[in-house]
Nanobody
Framework: QVQLVESGGGLVQAGGSLRLSCAAS????????MGWFRQAPGKEREFVAA????????RYADSVKGRFLISRDNVKNMVYLQMNSLKPEDTAVYYC?????????????WGQGTQVTVSS
């Protein structure tokens, strides 16, 4: 059974930074792409960023390009999302997900999410 556990969320002022972490169980972490998604109240879940199996390729939603950075550590089975210059509209529950394929990714496991709240 695969488990994805997010951490690092919290309350931050606009312009601030947060670093989200996602810990993955299992021995095959490096064979999967990983992604971050978010869901704001009353909105659908949306894509934020993705990283390929060994981290050589990344992709971002236009709304976070230049502000967010996704990275991974395949030794520690971790994926990270560094979020800078945060805006109130970044407020959401953030989820990490495991995926197959690149650049088309099919996500099969999701974490429970971590809340990020950005105050103005």
């Amino acid at each position: 059974q695969v488990q994805l556990v997010e951490s690092g969320g919290g309350l931050v002022q606009a312009g601030g930074s947060l670093r989200l972490s996602c810990a993955a169980s299992g021995r095959t972490f490096s064979t999967y792409a990983m992604g971050w998604f978010r869901q704001a109240p009353g909105k659908e879940r949306e894509f934020v960023a993705a990283i390929s199996r060994i981290g050589t390729s990344t992709r971002y939603a236009d709304s976070v390009k230049g502000r967010f950075l996704i990275s991974r550590d395949n030794v520690k089975n971790m994926v990270y999302l560094q979020m800078n210059s945060l805006k109130p509209e970044d407020t959401a529950v953030y989820y990490c997900a495991r995926g197959l394929g690149w650049p088309e990714i099919e996500y099969d496991y999701w974490g429970q999410g971590t809340q990020v709240t950005v105050s103005s």
